[in-house]
């Protein structure tokens, strides 16, 4: 396992804010799974990560990786206001820093119900970027 | 690249439905993007994949494989009724045969309109299964 993953799911553990932070590199571009446009830089990719890890951490586990390189598929499974979500993490790494971070989720009611927590994601968001 | 997704990648240039039969393994488990229930068998599974590789296929591309042993990740992009498309296939393979497929896609517009083509899908399921 690469240095950079093992940090990402040590935070996963920990939620230790200031090490999220400093694993993501300055360049980094985040996907949502529900918004088509790339979110680019480290301040809005720490402000979805930190948003999405709160909203999806009921039940939250990874349940299959599948790694290559500095290429890493987290399948992950959870629950957003009680609805069975299934999805992947699609991570690349740079120097042991997150460069790229993309989720994917399916069935539809789970993409539904993420996008109904968007709203609180954004309040998550605003509250996040004010501590930076 | 093991042997199994050498000829799956045949079989997305040839369009040969007979090589895409005997790829699928008989215990094969699909998971479509849109819905939660597993769909298990080869049956079943071949009648999902001929029928999405149809509907999918306008401007289908591969753009990234992330591969480890019998795991493969491949990102997709594509158009439905005009909406951009970004997906993933996750393919486990057994003995070179395919053993489970998985969907996944974004953004929320993309999952939307792969549903509403569902239903000329399931038509062509329908078509599909009369022939097997």
Redesign the interface.
């Known amino acids: 396992m690469n240095k950079g993953l093992a940090q990402w799911h040590e935070i996963m553990r920990s939620s230790d804010t200031k090490a999220l932070f400093d694993l993501i590199h300055p360049d980094c571009v985040f ?6 446009t790339p979110q680019v830089g480290r301040d809005i990719t720490f402000a979805y990560l930190s948003a999405a890890t709160d909203v999806l951490s009921e039940g939250f586990e990874y349940t ?1 990786e ?3 390189g500095d ?3 987290l ?1 992950f499974t959870t629950t957003v206001d009680g609805i ?1 979500v ?3 993490d ?1 991570i690349t790494f740079s120097d042991n820093k997150i460069l790229e971070f ?8 789970a ?2 119900a993420v ?1 109904g927590q968007m709203g609180e994601m954004l309040e998550k968001l605003k509250a996040a970027s004010a501590t930076h």
């Open positions: 996907w949502s799974p529900v918004v088509h299959r599948i790694i290559s290429h890493a598929v399948e069975f299934n999805g992947v699609i993309k989720v994917m989720v399916r069935p539809l009611k993409i539904n996008h």
